[in-house]
T-cell receptor, first 111, second 114 residues
Framework: SQKIEQNSEALNIQEGKTATLTCNYT??????LQWYRQDPGRGPVFLLL?????KEKRKERLKVTFDTTLKQSLFHITASQPADSATYLC??????????FGGGTRLMVKP | NAGVTQTPKFQVLKTGQSMTLQCAQD?????MYWYRQDPGMGLRLIYY???????DKGEVPNGYNVSRLNKREFSLRLESAAPSQTSVYFC?????????????FGPGTRLTVL
């Protein structure tokens, strides 16, 4: 069966460190993978999209990698700040070109 | 631009009652979506509308109906609410349904069915 797995346990890190979140998938062949941020009581907000032929994508302090052999994407936040505390969702397109979301990982950045 | 708006923000229903969740977008997007989000389950697609005049089932359509009223508005109806429909409901829109569609989400409706 198709699965998108993100660590359901919260990730706690110290301010200034790099946060790394993982998204693993099985039985998908996505052409694109996206990352969203969701704050409590709010809807998800798009952050980054990476294509299957791109190994890495950057936007300010954010970096995403996409390894189609390992079937994994890593999401990095460098120089993390308490304001980065949120739940981060990965999403990819399934065979029907519908976006399917992982369960998300909660990130807590402590001052 | 307001983006994607949803009403109501909160709703409590009794089992068997009906209600309609409203969604509107002002970004001139063609595609619109309804999701539900439950703890540990992530976002699951209920219905979507790839373009005005079309609607299709998603992963969990049972117990729901939708109407794409015009390009801006997409409503979700619960005909006979059940406790299993207690959830947070999100509406989203995108330029076009496709592999690279980036979705814009509304603030959500928290629904409790007693």
């Amino acid at each position: 069966s198709q699965k998108i797995e993100q660590n359901s346990e919260a990730l706690n890190i110290q301010e200034g460190k790099t946060a790394t979140l993982t998204c693993n998938y099985t039985n998908y062949s996505p052409a694109y993978l996206q990352w969203y941020r969701q704050d409590p009581g709010r809807g998800p907000v798009f952050l980054l999209l990476i294509r299957e032929n791109e190994k890495e994508k950057r936007k300010e302090r954010l970096k995403v990698t996409f390894d189609t052999t390992l079937k994994q994407s890593l999401f990095h936040i460098t120089a993390s700040q308490p304001a980065d505390s949120a739940t981060y969702l990965c999403a990819l397109n399934n065979a029907g070109n519908m976006l399917t979301f992982g369960g998300g990982t909660r990130l807590m950045v402590k001052p | 631009n307001a983006g994607v708006t949803q009403t109501p923000k909160f709703q409590v229903l009794k089992t068997g009652q009906s209600m309609t969740l409203q969604c509107a977008q002002d970004m001139n997007h063609n595609s619109m979506y309804w999701y539900r989000q439950d703890p540990g389950m992530g976002l699951r697609l209920i219905y979507y509308s790839a373009s005005e005049g079309t609607t299709d089932k998603g992963e969990v359509p049972n117990g729901y109906n939708v109407s794409r009223l015009n390009k801006r508005e997409f409503s979700l109806r619960l005909e006979s609410a059940a406790p299993s429909q207690t959830s947070v409901y999100f509406c989203a829109s995108s330029v076009n349904r496709g592999r690279a569609d980036t979705q814009y989400f509304g603030p959500g409706t928290r629904l409790t069915v007693l």
